[in-house]
T-cell receptor
């Protein structure tokens, strides 16, 4: 089966610019997660969707970050405006309702200059 | 709150055994996960423990003690390709299902 797809793989922007990331989860996976991984740290959850509803966005900086999963499949994560401290790898993961394992995509490496 | 501690770095020799420890303090507990992450790549699932005891899967084993808030990942017959970061993660709530990760242990396997 195809894995979690993410694009772009790399993005370089200047601070105060906007950026968007896209994720396509494994087919049939109801739950989708966005994590932020800063260099040298473990992934930190930003937002969790189940189908097209938000389960947890308590750690999402809502003044600049937004995410949607309109049809319960693909998802986009947006940062507007970006700050230097947003430089990180943004990982998308998905899981089925029955399984415990989360499958991660390759991530998008964002550099904010 | 959630707090997960694991050593930052470890070094071991090819063919040897290494144990990577993880301690956690979380407001709830519904499973402990270990993931492997090679540099520049996505984390990949290694193991899952929800009950006390040892889970063995090939060269990798994972142990959990819920009363002590403690887990370890045991890697046997180390190979050079095992050089990677090993992430300990806790799921606090079955409803949320999201994971809280430690900072990871970077393992360097030497010849």
């Amino acid at each position: 089966e195809a894995g979690v797809a993410q694009s772009p793989r790399y993005k370089i922007i200047e601070k105060r610019q906007s950026v968007a990331f896209w994720c396509n989860p494994i087919s049939g996976h109801a739950t989708l997660y966005w994590y932020q991984q800063i260099l040298g740290q473990g992934p930190k959850l930003l937002i969790q969707f189940q189908n097209n509803g938000v389960v947890d966005d308590s750690q999402l900086p809502k003044d600049r970050f937004s995410a949607e999963r309109l049809k319960g499949v693909d998802s986009t994560l947006k940062i507007q405006p970006a700050k230097l401290e947003d430089s990180a790898v943004y990982l998308c993961a998905s899981s089925s309702l029955r399984a415990d394992e989360q499958f991660f995509g390759p991530g998008t490496r964002l550099t904010v200059l | 709150g959630q707090n997960i501690d694991q050593p930052t770095e470890m070094t071991a020799t090819e063919g040897a055994i290494v144990q990577i420890n993880c301690t956690y303090q979380t407001s709830g507990f519904n499973g402990l996960f270990w993931y492997q992450q090679h540099a520049g790549e996505a984390p990949t699932f290694l193991s899952y423990n929800v009950l006390d005891g040892l889970e063995e899967k090939g060269r990798f084993s994972s142990f959990l003690s819920r009363s002590k808030g403690y887990s370890y990942l045991l890697l046997k017959e180390l190979q050079m390709k095992d050089s990677a970061s090993y992430l300990c993660a806790v799921r606090a709530d079955t409803g949320r299902r999201a994971l809280t990760f430690g900072s990871g242990t970077r393992l360097q396997v030497q010849p």
